[in-house]
């Protein structure tokens, strides 16, 4: 082949192949204009403000297709699936308790996406900022609104990279002070300091005493439950295979994501519940593998997200493991329910 | 010394793999044109591949709702097989043909394919798979294609030769998180159009390689396997005449006998590590891989110790690209003008600088910086120059299994240090690893230092 027959071909090929590069990403930010519109027969939009104080709402990330999508939204408790109304802040992840939220945002840099928790009042006003090192996970707030806790995934850098890690951190609302990693906490298991390799920390929960919470240490390739300790920065391994915590009100419960044997690997969870006083596990209703921190809605109430048609769909499941799981409103995730 | 390219008193064949050929009386060329064409496949590829690279945690979490802890466990298993699949592409580019530009062709043109492939895989298993073949794609072709350079650049012009084409790799990869991020800026969710479009510049890659990187039949077992009777001062290879059609020519049978020692065969190849001067490189290359902290560890090390904030994590790798990329040629000519073990020992001195900034209980604003330059500086004086210190021991029959076999040993002792690095952090602490890791590196560089005897390197 000639060195001219061979620019030609070179030039024709790239030619095709750059429409086709150019095709793939118009297509896929022609997405964008749609998603920007409303559907017919998706959820109403109501007028009005969203604030933290408002008591028997549910405020969530709407992901319904329409110019609010991916704000938060508040919807009345008992008529989830009622008209919404937006508030104007965009979040990834979000939760709230006492009037105090905390919600996890993408910032487009002019390099890549970097992100960061924002803690807000009641009237979502930010009142403090941090970086986040990864995509955001998991969030919540302490029931007196004093703490709030969040998971990122820091991705491997390496060509091809495919190893993860998780960075659980924890915040002082009051104080502002940050405890980056919970990775700095002492680890005890059987009354002695473990020394962990690959501790990884996520799904953090608080208890209302300000001082106490559960979240999920991943070491040496399994999972387990460990109860932490704000004052003496320790967490103590309390029993295997637990995934995601979330205290109930009376904090007496916990429901948690269990990886249960013989499930396919990219679906390998169950929802239960551990009861803190007998250590007893009750299986819920749910059949479903569900890759969610739950939340309690009242004592007897657990919400959760499984993947839907426009990103994710709420579900609301009895917590003694009685009863079926209902739909409580699609196109949504990470509610949290001002009681 | 093997020293194959100083063919001094036979008249050379002309080369099937586009040596530098430049007329007499002109001036001579800056860089082979194949080596210009390779970088130009490598850049183009890692703008491909790390178009993917960048997006994918994001892909798996928040595209695919996935967890993707846990991903990385197959990584030991997965990093023996590379090393087999490494050394197999070596050996098979060797059997003659003119087969490095195939089975490096082969391997870009499997990591292509991968990129649709994302498009169709939603679970962790098949993206596991797909990224194990990716990587398999890249293990097969490394060996050939750094044969392809070694072969067609003249022997005292091979540190730049490697250094231009690892600063174009460089770039590629410095550029593909860029196009990647544009693309999901001005999408929705656009995973997708990212794929497509890395398979397009991939397929790209694939194109410029059969196209502009010359094949052709490779000349039978022409090197000497004899060490040479004086100084290598290698003028042979760029003196040859200028070949008539841009198509490479088939080769003349050559005037010497072929040595059977050199001649391709997997037994040959297995007997590499019997001469003494590949064997040296080789231990060297894995004693000093053993000392090397991984890339993540040390910037972990950084943030942990010298307290660089959470948002300025994702970029610490682009502060060592950018070094490595400004200094890929400069200390490629270094190597070619002083000595390639120098510059290859010289750069495990600046890593050495690095872990001793790491360590040091001064903060100063500018560290992080000088860190990461040296980390860059660290690999500019060490990848590509590796690799032409290595081209001195190899005869050319058996260059691209020479090279893989240098390129797999320090693979796998960099391998075993970052597991052995991970265990010591868990037991002793940062500082304690890093310490343990800066004294092994002092001593293993010193060995090399002597092993190596820089001094009775034929600097061209």
Known sequence: MTLRLRVLVLAGSVAVLAAVALAAVLHASARADRRDRARPGGPEIASGRVTLTAHGTMVFRSTAWGPHRDELTAVPAADPSGPRTPSGVTCLRFHAAAGTGVCLQAVHGPVSDTYRAVVLDAHLHVTRRYDVPGIPSRARVSPSGHWAAWTAFVGGDSYAGTGFSTRAAIVNIVTGELIGSLESFRVVEDGRTRHAPDRNFWGVTFAPDDRTFYATLATGGRTHLVHGDLRTRTVTILRANVECPSLSPDGTRIAFKKRVPGLPADAPWRLYVLDLRTGRETPLAERRSVDDQAVWKDTRTLVYALPGDYGADLYAVPSDGTGAPRRLSTAAVSPAFLP | MYVADSRAGTPAPASADGAVRHPAGRRRAAVAPTVLALGTVSLITDVSSEMVTAVLPLYLVAGLGLSPLGFGLLDGIYNGFSAAVRLAGGHLADRGGGRHKWVAGFGYGLSALCRPLLLVAHALTPIGLVLAADRTGKG?????????????????????????????????????????????????????????????????????????????????????????????????????????????????????????????????????????????????????????????????????????????FALLPLGTAAAFLLLAVPLGRLADRVGRRRVFLAGHGALLAAYTLLLASWHGPALPYAVLLLHGGFYAATDGVLMAAASETVPESLRSSGLAVVQTGQALARFACSMLFGAAWTLWGDRTALLASTAALAVCAAWCFVSLRPARETAA
Do not use: K
């Open chain 2, 140 to 312: 097969l072709r490394t060996a050939p294609r750094d044969a392809l350079i070694s072969l067609s650049s003249s022997p005292e012009s091979r540190g730049r030769a490697f250094g231009v084409h690892r600063a174009m790799d460089t770039a590629g990869a410095l550029l593909g998180p860029l196009a990647a991020f544009w693309i999901l800026r001005v999408t929705v969710d656009g995973y997708d159009a990212v794929f497509t479009a890395s398979f397009c510049v991939a397929a790209v890659g694939v194109l410029v390689l059969v196209l502009f990187v010359p094949g052709g039949p490779a000349r039978p077992t022409a090197a000497p396997a004899q060490p040479p009777t004086s100084t290598s001062t290698s003028t042979s290879t760029s003196t040859q005449p200028p070949a008539p059609s841009p198509s490479p020519s088939p080769a003349p049978a050559p005037s010497s006998a072929p040595i059977p020692a050199a001649r391709p065969t997997l037994r040959a190849a297995a007997g590499l590590l019997r001469g003494r001067e590949l064997r040296g490189i080789t231990v060297c290359a894995l004693l000093l891989g053993l000392a090397t902290v991984s890339d993540s560890f040390v910037y972990l090390l950084l943030q942990r110790r010298l307290g660089v904030p959470d948002r300025w």
